[in-house]
């Protein structure tokens, strides 16, 4: 194991990925930092507003897959506006519906971390919940697999105003997808995702004043925590994020530019016993410290460990983080 701070063990599955990672992938924020007065917009925290909703949305037949019925989803993203890139506009999802559970049975809506690019990593879970009843919807967020802008390579994001524009648009498409299930007659809706899908989790969350239950998982509670303490720091483009003062200024603003965007600076949960966050004692992607810091901010919130760190936990921690989603589903 090998230490990035002095209270932070980082899991060698975390390091030795983060080396992988960085010696191939593509750097973040490649075009810099996108528009001043579009970054401005976007650090403060977003207006009062009507509750987003969906138009309508078109579903495919359902198949069935062994125990699941499965259904392909569109609709139009309530999050259209001038900045977002047409290729988001379009929202797709999968729903997976437990086989004899009826027609509404309660729903997780599952968020995608940033190398989700499809469904895949969340189906077992989805899967695991099945076998308890529970069903989920799996949305392809923007910025992502079929809604990635034609110049972005992978899951890096062209500019660190595309990052905000994805951080705002994906919170505002799980709130009406939340808002759309509860409409369909699904009692019982929690939001949950791991890594980057934890934070869109608790972001939408936090901005909701629907019921929802909520579990974030190896979540940051703001997205400098990952640029500032975790071993995928040198994942931005220093070099083009500097070109006006140089390296050191340009981490100092993006670490203030995202710390700007945290989900504690948006009101507390207005109940917070119906969340329950988990993080792991070894990540080296998300410090826990940060997902303490939601916690605290989350006052009366529960918070439980998984063993090992960022990458391991995804697979290990599988069967903690559905027992969560269940225990905070029955708090509703």
Known sequence: MTAVGPATRVHWVDALFARLVLSREPRYFEDGWGPSALLDELTRPPPGAAPPSLGD???GLPAREGRLCVQEGQCTSPAI???LPQACWTMRFQILLPSGAGPRPPMCVLLAGSGDQAYSLRRPLGAALARHGVGTLLPEQPYCGRRRPPAQRGAAVRTVADLLL????ASLEAIALSRWLLARGHDKVCLSGYSLGGSLAAHAAAQSALPLAVVPVAAAHALDAVFR????QEMADWEALGSGGGPR???RRLLEVLGAASI???PPLADP???ILLHAAEDGFVPPSSTL??????????LRPLRGGHVSAFFTGRRATARAILDALARL
Not at 166 to 169: H, K, N, T, V
Not at 229 to 232: N, Y
Not at 293 to 299: I, K, N, T
């Open 57 to 59: 949305v078109a579903l």
């Open 81 to 83: 506006g001038p900045e």
């Open 166 to 169: 994805m951080l705002r648009a």
């Open 229 to 232: 303490e975790g071993v995928l």
């Open 249 to 251: 200024e340009a981490r």
């Open 264 to 266: 504690t600076a948006l």
């Open 273 to 275: 016993r119906r969340a």
């Open 293 to 302: 810091r939601l916690a605290e901010h989350w006052r009366g919130a529960e």
